[in-house]
């Protein structure tokens, strides 16, 4: 495998030393950036060092970078470990970039939704796609909580409702429990776009994929409803914000958090430590923290108010797995078709 010298390191990502790092090959991690790289500098991978002789090298960079670095390193990755979600992470999956897991006893504790295939990738945190809302708007207005993906086309959200652009892995979601809810599915998505587009389309405001938009619009209450997910709306909450997150009684979908090790790596029984060192009950409370990632371990404990609001314990039940190896070949033709029929 080959591997980048150390002034290359030194611009590609951050660069953590162990102990007796002399003698260890680096490990080159392949993550998000912001909050995640800022939680995985102070507190996971210092925890990590501790108990093993290593170097890590840290190459920030969201899903799409990530697997745009594997597809361009293809026969020569320079990556050991990736953390991506769940649809690029198939995409990875398919190409042949993730290895199955051999040596990784800490896979027995979770979740079983959590688990992929073959157990080439592990969700190492779990997300919520469902109702983000605000509550004192509710209240004022005398609306019970969401309590169904049909109520996208309840007329009193007229523009006062945000559904993300297809772009956006919350508007595959929506798109894909249109469908389920109206006799289709991932195979048979047509019921899907009928919905969004004759009953769900005249109440949405915008198609806002923007976070930072989407939380603006909440906050100046522009919009009283979007679909999104649970960890969103917890970090827009901390900020005094009253919101609220509704399960569907169909199902929130889950929308994971993965980490596969690389095939090939030359330094797999470090990457596989890696993996489980993010599954120990102390990473996934932390990642919960900071993150707002519902554990994918059963042994994790959160307090409760993170309780109510993250997929955990039997929230997870309610949690519902869309096909994206029927969703991913498919992608661009949706989108063509969602913005010729549905954001026009």
């Not at 591997?3 to 951050?14: F, H, I, S």
């Not at 993906?149 to 894909?176: C, Q």
């Not at 993170?306 to 096909?323: N, S, T």
């Amino acid at each position: 495998m080959k591997r980048l010298n150390k002034q290359t390191t030194a611009m590609a990502g951050l660069v953590f030393l162990g102990m007796n790092t002399a003698l260890a090959e680096p490990l080159y991690v392949g993550s998000y950036g912001g909050s995640t790289e800022q939680a995985m500098r102070d507190e996971i991978i210092p925890a990590f060092l501790e108990e093993h002789e290593a170097e890590i090298i840290y190459v920030a960079g969201n899903s799409t970078d990530t697997l745009a670095k594997l597809q361009a390193q293809r026969g020569n990755q320079e990556l050991d470990v990736v953390l991506m979600d769940d649809g690029p992470m198939y995409q990875a999956i398919n190409l042949g970039f993730c290895s199955p897991m051999q040596n990784t006893a800490m896979l027995d504790d979770v979740y079983d939704i959590a688990r992929f295939p073959d157990d080439k990738a592990v969700g190492v945190g779990l997300v919520a796609s469902g109702f983000a809302y605000n509550a004192e708007m509710f209240e004022r207005n005398g609306w019970e909580p969401p309590s169904s993906w049909n109520d996208l086309a309840d007329e009193k959200f007229a523009d006062k409702l945000v559904v993300p652009s297809i772009s956006n892995t919350y508007g595959v979601h929506a798109l894909v429990m249109a469908a389920r809810l109206n006799g289709g599915g991932e195979s048979d998505i047509d019921p899907g776009f009928i919905f969004m587009q004759e009953e769900a389309a005249p109440n949405i405001l915008s198609f806002e994929p923007s976070a930072g938009k989407m939380s603006e619009l909440f906050q100046n209450e522009e919009i009283a409803l979007s679909v999104w997910g649970s960890g969103r709306l917890r970090a827009l909450a901390n900020t005094g914000f009253p919101g609220a997150f509704a399960y569907p009684e169909e199902g929130a979908v889950a929308l994971m958090v993965a980490a596969c090790v690389i095939e090939g790596s030359e330094e797999r029984e470090l990457a596989e430590a890696f993996v489980e060192h993010l599954l120990t009950p102390e990473s996934q409370e932390l990642l919960a923290d900071t993150q707002g990632w519902g554990p994918a371990q059963r042994n994790a404990e959160l307090p409760d108010d993170l309780a109510e609001i993250l997929p955990y314990g039997e929230k997870v039940d309610q949690l519902v797995a869309v096909d994206w190896d029927v969703i991913n070949p498919n992608r661009l033709e949706w989108t063509n078709r969602w913005n010729r029929q549905v954001e026009r």
